[in-house]
T-cell receptor, first 114, second 113 residues
Framework: GNSVTQMEGPVTLSEEAFLTINCTYTATGYPSLFWYVQYPGEGLQLLLKATKADDKGSNKGFEATYRKETTSFHLEKGSVQVSDSAVYFC?????????????FGSGTQLTVLP | KAGVTQTPRYLIKTRGQQVTLSCSPISGHRSVSWYQQTPGQGLQFLFEYFSETQRNKGNFPGRFSGRQFSNSRSEMNVSTLELGDSALYLCASAAGSHDNEQFFGPGTRLTVL
């Protein structure tokens, strides 16, 4: 079946530090890949996405590149801010026939200290 | 354009009761999916509806059911509630039948006592 493995948290960084959250996946077929962010008490917000190999998704200073050879989609940001503190989820989406399947990783809690 | 809305936002029930949660997708979106989020199990897929038809179902017992109306609004029902059903229930909508991007609502926090 399909699965997503994310770097275990929690991750604590100082403001302006470099962030990497690792994500690897297993899928039958060619999935689309996503990073979602969840702030306390809220639902999930789409952060960025990539739909095919070598695509780079980017948003708000975050980036991730779809690497088919390593089945990875690592999230990076060059300089984190306190406001980036949240839980980050890596996810893949595939269609099996007409059925959509969105599979999430376990989430990584990020805390950024001033 | 308004986002995905879910009602109620918070709900407290006791074991054995049943509950109905509601989701209104983004205007024009025809696909609605439901997910359960718990600290132990993370985010798990419940089911997806498109044009009033269930297209996919996750690995949950029959106590969990749902439906979608002609205006794309969706409800999910959980009967005979158990303590383990306490969770954040998230609804997500997508525009078309094969659009990969889903937009999530704020969720309904269900507590079962």
């Amino acid at each position: 079946g399909n699965s997503v493995t994310q770097m275990e948290g929690p991750v604590t960084l100082s403001e302006e530090a470099f962030l990497t959250i690792n994500c690897t996946y297993t899928a039958t077929g060619y999935p689309s890949l996503f990073w979602y962010v969840q702030y306390p008490g809220e639902g999930l917000q789409l952060l960025l996405k990539a739909t095919k190999a070598d695509d780079k998704g980017s948003n708000k200073g975050f980036e991730a590149t779809y690497r088919k050879e390593t089945t990875s989609f690592h999230l990076e940001k060059g300089s984190v801010q306190v406001s980036d503190s949240a839980v980050y989820f890596c996810a893949l989406s595939l269609f099996s026939g007409s059925a959509r399947q969105l599979t999430f990783g376990s989430g990584t809690q990020l805390t950024v200290l001033p | 354009k308004a986002g995905v809305t879910q009602t109620p936002r918070y709900l407290i029930k006791t074991r054995g009761q049943q509950v109905t949660l509601s989701c209104s997708p983004i205007s024009g979106h025809r696909s609605v999916s439901w997910y359960q989020q718990t600290p132990g199990q993370g985010l798990q897929f419940l089911f997806e509806y498109f044009s009033e038809t269930q297209r996919n179902k996750g690995n949950f017992p029959g106590r969990f059911s749902g439906r979608q109306f002609s205006n794309s609004r969706s409800e999910m029902n959980v009967s005979t509630l158990e303590l383990g059903d306490s969770a954040l229930y998230l609804c997500a909508s997508a525009a078309g039948s094969h659009d990969n991007e889903q937009f999530f609502g704020p969720g309904t926090r269900l507590t079962v006592l």
